[in-house]
């Protein structure tokens, strides 16, 4: 069918086509073709050869189903988790991890061929997770009521919904959590704790919307913090009640923290926070700098594939003793403060002023007096300081999914750093930014993805542009 033809396209809903899967998304979703139209397979993996029921079709693609499996891929594996894929969190549980790499990596590379147009001078391997399991340091979980029981339950939502799965033994998190789980569900289920009700979106009635767990990978604390829709002396009594029985139960929860947050709203905590039991912050170390985390603390949540992409990105930056590292959308200053000791000076920006006082104090508590941090949007202070001139050697960037602004690719520009790392969770915004920046003056020398999030959809990559001098 030619491009622009007003023919029907060649599938119908229901109708049960010959597949085979050449390829897959990052939303776990096996891709093959059928008369010229890309199909999309939930659950299917690469070499696949099934008959695939077709379910919904567009004008330039489809979306089906196996209906029935002739010759599995080799890279099938049998899924550890009783609720996949029915919880929306892991997208590759059906497929080995060696699988999983391998795809997230060709995903990273495809990205910077066909979005940026580039070809980097050196592509390394992937960083696969020693520990695709077991990695998370922090959970949300929501709090509903188990349809089953009827009584109170934690889990995750479906994919996309808000219809909650009940789950306490997620492979993805600390073995901890699950016990913790369980113990606040029977809690919640006896007569004491009765007005400490699940919480329900569509009414907007009830008490405890999330359980908030953090630990650390390398101190082991955690923390306990309860997110609720509203707060009374009651609520409070019941909820310390039940964090002095956790910590009694389980020595490694260090902080019991209460955190309000009564808006009609997807977002999980409020403004308000109050420690319960215990300590307000908990201790952990990233790439050997001394951090405390509190609920609202940005932190990466796989420690040990952070720190290996950490020192990657020191190593692609290449400090020297004499240089100026600036460091933009810092978060809590790790990236920085990791290099502190082998550069002259570190400058540190971040948006979110609760980060950049996390940053601060982690530079006090690590004797670091070379680094100094600035609350405000990046692109906004990176302007101020290139119209200043301002010439940091180095930048690190580490934006958001969304990528960078003009702005901050702009400044960046103006103040012609030598050398440019890029850290990103979003190949294809990362692909946008370093093809905007090579177009003005700088090559792309070396790519490596990385995969912080096994079994889910998401990869993250580093890169190294240098000026053209």
């Given at each position: 069918?030619?491009?622009?033809?007003?023919?029907?396209?060649?599938?119908?809903?229901?109708?049960?086509?010959?597949?085979?899967?050449?390829?897959?998304?990052?939303?776990?979703?096996?891709?093959?073709?059928?008369?010229?139209?890309?199909?999309?397979?939930?659950?299917?993996?690469?070499?696949?050869?099934?008959?695939?029921?077709?379910?919904?079709?567009?004008?330039?693609?489809?979306?089906?189903?196996?209906?029935?499996?002739?010759?599995?891929?080799?890279?099938?594996?049998?899924?550890?988790?009783?609720?996949?894929?029915?919880?929306?969190?892991?997208?590759?549980?059906?497929?080995?991890?060696?699988?999983?790499?391998?795809?997230?990596?060709?995903?990273?590379?495809?990205?910077?061929?066909?979005?940026?147009?580039?070809?980097?001078?050196?592509?390394?391997?992937?960083?696969?997770?020693?520990?695709?399991?077991?990695?998370?340091?922090?959970?949300?979980?929501?709090?509903?009521?188990?349809?089953?029981?009827?009584?109170?339950?934690?889990?995750?939502?479906?994919?996309?919904?808000?219809?909650?799965?009940?789950?306490?033994?997620?492979?993805?998190?600390?073995?901890?959590?699950?016990?913790?789980?369980?113990?606040?569900?029977?809690?919640?289920?006896?007569?004491?704790?009765?007005?400490?009700?699940?919480?329900?979106?569509?009414?907007?009635?009830?008490?405890?919307?999330?359980?908030?767990?953090?630990?650390?990978?390398h101190s082991g604390e955690i923390m306990v913090c309860f997110v609720a829709a509203k707060q009374s002396a009651e609520i409070t009594a019941h909820f310390r009640t039940l964090g002095e029985a956790l910590m009694q139960q389980f020595p490694d929860i260090r902080?019991?923290?209460?955190?309000?947050?009564?808006?009609?709203?997807?977002?999980?905590?409020?403004?308000?926070?109050?420690?319960?039991?215990?300590?307000?912050?908990?201790?952990?170390?990233?790439?050997?700098?001394?951090?405390?985390?509190?609920?609202?603390?940005?932190?990466?949540?796989?420690?040990?594939?952070?720190?290996?992409?950490?020192?990657?990105?020191?190593?692609?930056?290449?400090?020297?003793?004499?240089?100026?590292?600036?460091?933009?959308?810092?978060?809590?200053?790790?990236?920085?403060?990791?290099?502190?000791?082998?550069?002259?000076?570190?400058?540190?920006?971040?948006?979110?002023?609760?980060?950049?006082?996390?940053?601060?104090?982690?530079?006090?508590?690590?004797?670091?007096?070379?680094?100094?941090?600035?609350?405000?949007?990046?692109?906004?202070?990176?302007?101020?300081?290139?119209?200043?001139?301002?010439?940091?050697?180095?930048?690190?960037?580490?934006?958001?999914?969304?990528?960078?602004?003009?702005?901050?690719?702009?400044?960046?520009?103006?103040?012609?750093?030598?050398?440019?790392?890029?850290?990103?969770?979003?190949?294809?915004?990362?692909?946008?930014?370093?093809?905007?920046?090579c177009g003005k003056g700088y090559t792309l020398n070396v790519l490596r993805p990385a995969d912080f999030f096994p079994r889910t959809g998401h990869v993250e990559c580093v890169v190294l542009l240098t000026r053209n001098d």
């Amino acid at each position: 069918m030619s491009r622009g033809s007003k023919e029907a396209p060649p599938l119908r809903k229901n109708q049960i086509i010959p597949l085979q899967i050449t390829g897959m998304t990052a939303e776990g979703q096996g891709v093959g073709h059928f008369c010229g139209l890309a199909v999309f397979v939930a659950h299917a993996a690469p070499g696949d050869e099934a008959d695939v029921r077709i379910v919904k079709v567009q004008k330039n693609l489809a979306y089906g189903i196996i209906e029935q499996m002739h010759t599995p891929s080799s890279d099938r594996t049998a899924p550890q988790c009783s609720v996949y894929p029915k919880c929306g969190g892991c997208v590759f549980q059906h497929i080995s991890y060696e699988a999983e790499c391998r795809i997230k990596a060709q995903i990273v590379s495809d990205a910077f061929t066909r979005i940026g147009h580039l070809t980097p001078e050196t592509l390394l391997p992937i960083y696969g997770a020693e520990q695709p399991s077991g990695y998370r340091n922090k959970a949300q979980y929501p709090c509903g009521t188990d349809p089953e029981t009827g009584k109170p339950c934690f889990g995750f939502y479906a994919p996309r919904s808000h219809r909650l799965i009940p789950v306490t033994d997620c492979q993805l998190q600390h073995r901890a959590f699950g016990d913790i789980l369980r113990m606040c569900e029977e809690r919640l289920a006896q007569p004491d704790f009765a007005a400490l009700t699940p919480y329900d979106e569509e009414s907007g009635r009830g008490v405890l919307r999330h359980l908030y767990l953090r630990q650390g990978c390398h101190s082991g604390e955690i923390m306990v913090c309860f997110v609720a829709a509203k707060q009374s002396a009651e609520i409070t009594a019941h909820f310390r009640t039940l964090g002095e029985a956790l910590m009694q139960q389980f020595p490694d929860i260090r902080s019991v923290m209460l955190n309000v947050n009564p808006a009609r709203t997807n977002v999980i905590l409020g403004k308000k926070t109050v420690c319960l039991c215990g300590a307000e912050t908990i201790a952990d170390t990233l790439c050997g700098v001394p951090v405390r985390l509190s609920p609202q603390s940005f932190y990466q949540v796989n420690t040990v594939q952070a720190e290996r992409l950490f020192a990657e990105a020191k190593r692609l930056a290449d400090p020297q003793k004499d240089e100026l590292l600036l460091d933009l959308y810092c978060g809590a200053g790790a990236i920085g403060l990791s290099m502190a000791d082998v550069v002259g000076r570190v400058i540190g920006v971040e948006v979110v002023p609760q980060a950049v006082a996390d940053a601060k104090q982690n530079a006090k508590r690590a004797g670091i007096t070379n680094a100094a941090f600035y609350a405000g949007d990046a692109g906004d202070i990176a302007a101020k300081f290139a119209a200043e001139g301002t010439h940091p050697d180095i930048i690190v960037l580490d934006p958001p999914r969304k990528g960078c602004d003009a702005v901050t690719l702009d400044a960046c520009l103006t103040m012609s750093p030598k050398r440019i790392v890029m850290i990103s969770c979003n190949p294809a915004t990362a692909a946008r930014d370093v093809a905007y920046l090579c177009g003005k003056g700088y090559t792309l020398n070396v790519l490596r993805p990385a995969d912080f999030f096994p079994r889910t959809g998401h990869v993250e990559c580093v890169v190294l542009l240098t000026r053209n001098d």
